[in-house]
């Protein structure tokens, strides 16, 4: 998939699981649960975003707990790619650390995870 | 291209894949490019085709017997009065000049929509993605609301109002004759790819009023290097004369096609620039300046010479946007052709501000709000009057008369089945 289509669709699906744990005040599982728990079932639509869930879900609980915005998480999971020589791509304001730093330490909240460790491989 | 690839060769995806390719129904028997089914380019972007299994009967054509047995252009009206023995098609159409409308056009003309709701987790529930199938199989555009073909209520906002209304109105000889050969990305450099899905038999069919309404897609790329990607006048004069000729070897005589200026979308930036994207809404914290400059970092804006903080570029895309501009206008003044007359609408969105404002209303309520590009629903429905007026005032003879039989038609026929 093209860095720049799965960074559009990471940072998006994550703004949104981000802001439904913020209006329900549920955990950003809860969150996602009723994110997929809203799209309609035709075309196989919500089976598509439990599976998506299932993928990013456990990555995605750790990176929302530590107050880290969108684009930052989907940088740590590797769907967003920054280019060498070229400037991070971002839809929030820079965070107060740098953009790059924070990267950097939320690579090494999901640095052992499953899904880290099968991207790897892959 | 990569990406799309990938997706289309899933099941799920390969119809819908299949569809935007070719851009004829995806469900279409007789193969007359007309079908029963709403979306995969089916009666939302086409007049319904009341018989699929016989390619001699689809909207727009001329009627066969004057319809006194099968109503064959599926306007609703056949049979005949048991009082003269009159086909009802001879005695309320014949010599009403009647027509169908045709649009050549982009992703503004099909009207790309992304519903708000689905952005908003204030207000979002099961209901708010009820539509995300439909919406996926209509490319995210929605034909069936749009200013030049829309014929349903509008379920995304404001109202609808289309030419196609206005023209069904003025005859209801007209019902169901219409058709979006519309597509996202659309511009003068690509048409003549899916040109050829146009219905329209130049013996059989109708004459028909044809808007060419490429609007953006000629300045706008998602490339860093905006201006040199432009198209340029001279190429748009060989693209749009290359379509009419083609244009004149289908069209049956008496046809009608007029040329839209592009806009000046500086509008966009001009406009949203410091206010909140959907995403942003909640917790104050993404403009438009900010998602615009988020996509082009990416290479991912749509309009990369409009959605720029650099005012210089708008300018210079706004400059080439007139430029070419002029060269459709030059056209129609110069140039002409055998079976159609040639028109030329300019400014139509700055018209439809002007309107609105004078509602009192805000210029960002124009404007979709989830791509920051494209003109809304209200601006499509103001739009589809304008245009109407003016042409009607000007020009009435494109339009042609008004059906002295429309009531009788109604109180025949009542909604003609339907669209």
């Known amino acids: 998939v093209s860095t720049r289509d799965s960074c559009i669709g990471c940072v998006l699906i994550v703004s949104l699981v981000e802001q439904l744990a913020q209006v329900h005040n549920s955990s950003a599982q809860k969150a996602m649960e009723f994110l997929c728990s809203y799209m309609p079932e035709q075309g196989g639509l919500q089976g598509i975003c439990s599976l998506i869930a299932e993928l990013f879900g456990p990555d995605l609980i750790k990176l929302l707990s530590q107050n880290l915005k969108a684009d930052v998480i989907c940088y740590a999971v590797k769907l967003c790619k920054a280019e060498p020589h070229k400037p991070v791509c971002h839809l929030y304001e820079k965070p107060m650390n740098g953009l790059k730093r924070t990267i950097k330490q939320a690579e090494k909240i999901v640095r052992t995870s499953n899904y880290m460790q099968n991207y790897k491989t892959f | ?419």
């Open chain 2, 1 to 419: 291209s990569g990406v799309l690839l990938k997706i289309c060769s899933l099941p799920l995806f390969r119809m819908i894949c299949q569809t935007i390719d070719s851009s004829v129904p995806a469900e279409d028997y007789d193969q007359d490019n007309f079908s029963a089914f709403p979306s995969l380019r089916g009666y939302h972007w086409r007049g319904r085709d009341c018989n699929d299994i016989n390619s001699s009967i689809y909207p727009g054509r001329s009627p066969k017997d004057w319809d006194a047995l099968q109503d064959s252009n599926c306007n609703g009206i056949w049979g005949f009065d048991p009082e003269d023995g009159l086909p009802y098609e001879k005695k309320f159409c014949e010599g009403t000049d009647s027509k169908g409308i045709i649009i050549l056009g982009d992703s503004a003309a099909a009207h790309f929509h992304i519903p708000p709701e689905w952005m908003t987790p204030l207000t979002m529930s099961k209901s708010s993605f009820s539509n995300m199938a439909l919406a996926i199989s209509n490319e995210f555009d929605w034909p069936q609301f749009s200013l030049y073909t829309g014929f349903q209520n509008s379920t995304i906002g404001g109202w609808t109002q289309s030419l196609y209304l206005r023209l069904r109105e003025w005859n209801r000889c007209n019902h169901r004759d219409y058709q979006n050969i519309a597509r996202n990305g659309g511009s003068s450099e690509n048409l003549q790819k899916y040109l050829k899905s146009m219905a329209r038999d130049q013996q059989l069919d109708k004459p028909a009023i044809v808007f060419y309404a490429m609007i953006g897609n000629d300045v706008c790329n998602n490339l860093p290097d905006t201006l040199k990607h432009m198209t340029t006048p001279k190429d748009m004069k060989i693209n749009v004369m290359k379509q009419l000729e083609y244009l004149d070897m289908n069209l049956p005589k008496g046809s009608h096609v007029i040329l839209m200026s592009l806009a000046d979308g500086r509008f966009l930036w001009n406009n949203l620039h410091d206010r909140y994207h959907p995403l942003g809404q909640l917790n104050k914290d993404i403009t438009y300046a900010q998602f615009y400059g988020f996509l082009s970092c990416l290479k991912s804006n749509p309009c990369e010479g409009w959605m720029n903080k650099n005012e210089t570029i708008r300018n210079l895309t706004t400059e080439r946007a007139e430029q070419l501009s002029s060269v459709l206008r030059e056209i129609t003044t110069s140039v002409k052709f055998s079976n159609f007359e040639l028109g030329y609408y300019e400014n139509l969105y700055q018209k439809v501000n002007a309107k609105w404002e004078r509602f009192g209303g805000n210029p960002w309520d124009l404007l979709e709000p989830v791509d920051g590009f494209h003109p809304n629903q209200v601006a499509s429905a103001i739009g589809a009057d304008l245009i109407w007026e003016e042409i009607l005032q000007k020009q009435p003879e494109i339009f042609g008369k008004q059906n002295p039989f429309n009531q009788e038609i109604i109180q025949q026929f009542g909604d003609q089945g339907g669209h």
